[in-house]
């Protein structure tokens, strides 16, 4: 304002630069907008130019926000006693008092234990309203400016703090405050018994409820620390999953075998003998320990490292000595020697033993399984014996004896015969006869699962000549008996059924044999002529029960034959070689080939 007249006062163009009152017809300041008295947006002291023709200079005036009600302690006018101080703005001095401190309560903690009963927090303290300071007025029209004394400055409120509320009977304990002295002696860990205490009774605290106590002290002033809520919750969950690792850590050690003795015996042969059993499903290590515990072995981990580049261990039953070598009790258990109720039934197998013409007598089923069972162990004897296999055959109803709904009838007409459940034990190998079971349980097991395998091989599917079950297993016992090489099953079961179906009598060696002492391949004299219902020599259509045991060859060839018109067959040498003919005029011929070859004596020219 160089080229302005320091003299000058603000005329009609001043108005913009002074922030006054614009008509509405011209544009609005761009600068900020003029704030009224009370405004709540004003922000500290603002500067307002008063511009009157009758004032001898500017009138400067300091405004700051004002109170809603009342009137306003902060404002002020001064004026000022020359041009020069007119355009310099300062602020008036004045002292901020620091606004009053209240002491803010920390949330409600949740009560672990019964606490004494407390009373309602105390009364609020309100709050120390400030004097408002009266305005000072000018004295006369020249404005001086204004004589400002600082006032003392006010000391803050003091923090009240409640003192302690007695217990609330809600879920939550009420603020408590806990004051602190010096020279106190330390606080006493107390622990509350629980809600559910009975009355009156002394309650000794847990190691948790020790643990619970997190021991935080109150601070001096009334502040209540946070406390560690879920400390308890914590603790617990800890303690947990350390027992689970240890107790999973441990059971894992245990299974691979870290904590397990290795001890083992010297010994080949030992002594005494023990009946051991190995499940079907059973491991190296399930066995090892059956052995150690009944004391063949030493350890469970010696047999375990015996057996781990050694040979397979068979399920079934074991004779086995007491304290051998885990390499023995390996070896003995790998053979058959000391297996206990394992036998082998084959093809064409009849119940009873049968004498040969050479003199040798072949062992029937009943003997083999006698035979499997019979042992003698430091706890005892085990087995059957065949006379109790025969009358169990023979006595036992078809539900104890477990027979098929199929062969039932059949059965139950024959009761008295042993005889009448030949054919329903099934050929194969039979690895776990338990001989801990009576007669009646031994041949129950065996029948029960002989049924399975007649139902996988399609004895139950039917067959072309629309034979019954029970007269399709008839039929295949006679082809077991008869057919030597696995060709000649179908042609023999095809002959058989087309003498069936012509109603001739089969004439089969194998059922005069079947009832015979003497088993022969050329059939004569009393065998021929025994007039009883198996020898169908003397009575047309199928013998009465099936002749011997059954495999797989012989019922496939059963249900499905070959095609041909064959009604003879005649086998003409020890391997077995078998002439099939339409014909009695080739039957004969075949017949002599068999005595050319010395296999016939009868009948031959």
């Given at each position: 304002?160089?080229?302005?007249?320091?003299?000058?006062r603000p005329?009609?163009?001043?108005?913009?630069?002074?922030?006054?009152?614009?008509?509405?017809?011209?544009?609005?300041?761009?600068?900020?907008?003029?704030?009224?008295?009370?405004d709540?947006?004003?922000?500290?002291?603002i500067?307002?130019?008063?511009?009157?023709?009758?004032?001898?200079?500017?009138?400067?005036?300091?405004?700051?926000?004002?109170?809603?009600?009342?009137?306003?302690?902060?404002?002020?006018?001064?004026?000022?006693?020359?041009?020069?101080?007119?355009?310099?703005?300062?602020?008036?001095?004045?002292?901020?008092?620091?606004?009053?401190?209240?002491?803010?309560?920390?949330?409600?903690?949740?009560?672990?234990h019964?606490?004494?009963p407390?009373?309602?927090?105390?009364?609020?303290?309100?709050?120390?309203?400030?004097?408002?300071?009266?305005?000072?007025?000018?004295?006369?029209?020249?404005?001086?400016?204004?004589?400002?004394?600082?006032?003392?400055?006010?000391?803050?409120?003091?923090?009240?703090?409640?003192?302690?509320?007695?217990?609330?009977?809600?879920?939550?304990?009420?603020l408590?405050?806990?004051?602190?002295?010096?020279?106190?002696?330390?606080?006493?860990?107390?622990?509350?018994?629980?809600?559910?205490?009975?009355?009156?009774?002394?309650?000794?605290?847990?190691?948790?409820?020790?643990?619970?106590?997190?021991?935080?002290?109150?601070?001096?002033?009334?502040?209540?620390?946070?406390?560690?809520?879920?400390?308890?919750?914590?603790?617990?969950?800890?303690?947990?999953a350390?027992?689970?690792?240890?107790?999973?850590?441990?059971?894992?050690?245990?299974?691979f075998?870290?904590f397990?003795?290795?001890?083992?015996?010297?010994?080949?042969?030992?002594?005494?003998?023990?009946?051991v059993?190995?499940?079907?499903?059973a491991?190296?290590?399930?066995?090892?320990?059956?052995l150690?515990?009944?004391?063949?072995?030493?350890?469970?981990?010696?047999?375990?490292?015996?057996?781990?580049?050694?040979?397979?261990?068979?399920?079934?039953?074991?004779?086995?000595?007491?304290?051998?070598?885990?390499?023995s009790?390996?070896?003995?258990?790998?053979g058959t020697?000391?297996?206990?109720?394992?036998?082998?039934?084959?093809?064409?197998?009849?119940?009873?033993?049968?004498?040969?013409?050479?003199?040798?007598?072949?062992?029937?089923?009943f003997?083999?399984?006698?035979?499997?069972?019979?042992?003698?162990?430091?706890?005892?004897?085990?087995?059957?014996?065949?006379e109790?296999?025969d009358?169990?055959a023979?006595?036992?109803?078809?539900?104890?004896?477990?027979?098929?709904?199929?062969a039932?009838?059949?059965?139950?007409?024959?009761?008295?015969?042993?005889?009448?459940?030949?054919?329903?034990?099934?050929?194969?190998?039979w690895?776990d006869?338990d001989?801990r079971?009576?007669?009646?349980?031994i041949?129950?097991?065996?029948?029960?699962?002989?049924?399975?395998?007649?139902?996988?091989?399609?004895?139950?599917?039917?067959?072309?000549?629309?034979?019954?079950?029970?007269?399709?297993?008839?039929?295949?016992?006679?082809?077991?008996?008869?057919?030597?090489?696995?060709d000649?099953?179908?042609?023999?079961?095809?002959?058989?059924?087309?003498?069936?179906?012509?109603?001739?009598?089969?004439?089969m060696?194998?059922?005069?044999?079947?009832?015979?002492?003497?088993?022969?391949?050329?059939?004569?004299?009393?065998?021929?002529?025994?007039?009883?219902?198996?020898?169908t020599?003397?009575?047309?259509?199928?013998?009465l029960t099936?002749?011997?045991?059954?495999?797989?060859?012989?019922?496939?060839?059963?249900?499905?034959?070959?095609?041909?018109?064959?009604?003879y067959?005649?086998?003409?040498?020890?391997?077995?070689?078998?002439?099939?003919?339409?014909?009695?005029?080739?039957?004969?011929?075949?017949?002599?080939?068999?005595?050319?070859?010395?296999f016939?004596?009868?009948?031959?020219?």
């Amino acid at each position: 304002m160089t080229d302005q007249d320091p003299t000058s006062r603000p005329g009609s163009d001043d108005s913009r630069r002074y922030f006054t009152d614009r008509p509405a017809s011209q544009a609005p300041n761009r600068h900020r907008r003029r704030r009224g008295p009370g405004d709540p947006t004003t922000t500290g002291s603002i500067p307002i130019v008063r511009v009157d023709r009758t004032l001898p200079d500017p009138t400067i005036e300091y405004r700051t926000p004002e109170p809603t009600e009342g009137e306003s302690s902060y404002f002020e006018v001064r004026y000022r006693s020359s041009d020069d101080s007119a355009m310099q703005f300062t602020d008036p001095q004045w002292t901020q008092q620091p606004p009053p401190t209240h002491a803010r309560p920390e949330p409600p903690a949740p009560r672990r234990h019964a606490q004494p009963p407390q009373a309602p927090p105390g009364e609020p303290v309100p709050e120390v309203q400030t004097q408002p300071t009266q305005r000072v007025a000018p004295v006369s029209r020249h404005a001086a400016p204004a004589t400002f004394s600082p006032r003392a400055q006010q000391p803050p409120a003091e923090s009240v703090v409640a003192e302690p509320a007695e217990a609330h009977d809600s879920a939550f304990d009420v603020l408590e405050s806990r004051r602190e002295h010096v020279g106190e002696s330390p606080r006493e860990t107390r622990v509350y018994p629980p809600d559910d205490a009975e009355s009156g009774a002394e309650y000794e605290p847990s190691a948790l409820d020790i643990l619970d106590d997190d021991g935080d002290d109150p601070v001096v002033g009334g502040a209540m620390p946070a406390r560690r809520r879920n400390k308890r919750v914590l603790v617990g969950v800890g303690a947990v999953a350390l027992i689970l690792v240890l107790v999973v850590g441990g059971l894992g050690l245990k299974w691979f075998g870290v904590f397990d003795s290795r001890t083992d015996y010297d010994s080949a042969t030992g002594s005494g003998a023990v009946l051991v059993e190995v499940p079907a499903d059973a491991a190296i290590r399930d066995v090892g320990q059956t052995l150690a515990d009944a004391g063949v072995v030493g350890s469970k981990r010696a047999f375990v490292d015996a057996a781990e580049n050694g040979p397979g261990v068979s399920a079934g039953f074991y004779d086995l000595p007491k304290g051998i070598s885990a390499k023995s009790a390996l070896e003995m258990m790998s053979g058959t020697d000391k297996r206990v109720g394992r036998i082998i039934v084959p093809e064409g197998l009849q119940l009873d033993s049968k004498e040969s013409t050479g003199g040798n007598t072949r062992p029937g089923i009943f003997e083999m399984i006698s035979k499997a069972t019979t042992i003698t162990t430091d706890d005892g004897d085990y087995g059957v014996s065949v006379e109790q296999l025969d009358d169990a055959a023979a006595q036992a109803t078809p539900d104890e004896l477990g027979i098929p709904s199929w062969a039932k009838q059949k059965v139950q007409k024959l009761t008295g015969d042993h005889r009448r459940i030949e054919g329903l034990i099934a050929s194969g190998a039979w690895e776990d006869i338990d001989p801990r079971l009576d007669a009646k349980q031994i041949l129950r097991e065996l029948i029960t699962r002989s049924e399975t395998r007649y139902t996988a091989w399609g004895l139950l599917d039917g067959n072309d000549a629309k034979l019954s079950p029970y007269d399709a297993l008839t039929v295949a016992s006679i082809v077991e008996a008869e057919a030597r090489k696995e060709d000649d099953f179908p042609k023999v079961a095809r002959v058989i059924l087309n003498r069936l179906d012509r109603d001739q009598r089969l004439e089969m060696d194998s059922t005069a044999n079947y009832t015979a002492d003497v088993r022969a391949n050329d059939l004569h004299g009393d065998a021929y002529n025994d007039d009883n219902e198996w020898n169908t020599y003397k009575h047309n259509g199928l013998p009465l029960t099936p002749i011997g045991a059954v495999g797989d060859r012989a019922l496939r060839a059963t249900e499905d034959p070959a095609n041909g018109s064959w009604l003879y067959f005649v086998t003409v040498d020890e391997d077995g070689t078998t002439l099939f003919a339409s014909t009695f005029e080739k039957h004969k011929q075949n017949r002599q080939v068999a005595c050319r070859n010395k296999f016939l004596k009868v009948g031959c020219e």
